[in-house]
């Protein structure tokens, strides 16, 4: 099949069609955004590094997914992710792609902690992806597990930014055994 690359009305997002399959598109400037950011994790910004999670807690900022890689020969920056999907009180955890704003990987670095064995700027490896969609399969929402705004900015905010120049974006306060590997 033929990989197609396709404007929506508006023309602001790109749509790929890969073997005929509809994959919604961060952006050329989102993923620009995404590597900006990744190459800027480590500078610790005092208002989040000097904070002292308590009770075994960690502060870690979360790498995006590197966006270079290719398809059959075609950059896809799919938006589209295999999310854990809590499906309801009894039904369990599924699998399934479904549209993430987050494109977080397991990867972060350490930010704030007073976990003995840990330090302000180790990389880390987490146990599973801090996103997750929440409701059913057909009705459901992203939602960034322990996502962590700044208090003093919290109030500014209605949802977790979704912009990775957001200087609050990336952020998430972990329990230590979240944290399966440190590089």
């Known amino acids: 099949m033929m990989n197609q690359v396709l404007l929506d009305q508006s023309g602001a997002k790109e749509i790929k069609m890969l073997d005929n399959e509809r994959v919604e598109q961060f952006t050329e400037k989102e993923v620009e ?4 950011y990744n190459e800027r994790i480590a500078q610790l910004d005092p208002q989040y590094s000097e904070l002292r999670p308590r009770n075994r ?5 979360v790498f995006t997914k590197d966006f270079s890689n290719q398809m059959d020969g075609v950059l896809v920056h799919s938006k589209t992710d295999f ?12 699998y399934d792609d479904f549209p993430n704003p987050y494109p977080f990987t397991r990867k972060a670095v350490v930010i704030a902690t007073e976990v003995g064995d840990l330090e302000q700027g180790d990389i880390v490896s987490m146990v599973g992806k801090p996103v997750v969609g929440i409701g059913k399969q057909d009705n459901c929402f992203v939602q960034v597990q322990n996502a962590f ?27 230590e055994q979240l944290i399966d590997i440190k590089f």
């Not at 807690?57 to 900022?61: C, G």
């Not at 999310?83 to 599924?94: D, F, M, Q």
């Not at 705004?149 to 329990?175: A, M």
């Open 57 to 61: 807690k960690v502060l870690l900022r």
């Open 83 to 94: 999310l854990p999907i809590k499906s309801g009180v009894n039904a369990g955890i599924i």
């Open 33 to 36: 955004d995404f590597g900006k």
């Open 149 to 175: 705004i700044h208090p003093d900015y919290e109030e500014n905010y209605n949802e977790y930014p979704q912009d990775s120049n957001d200087e609050h974006y990336g952020y998430i306060l972990v329990d």
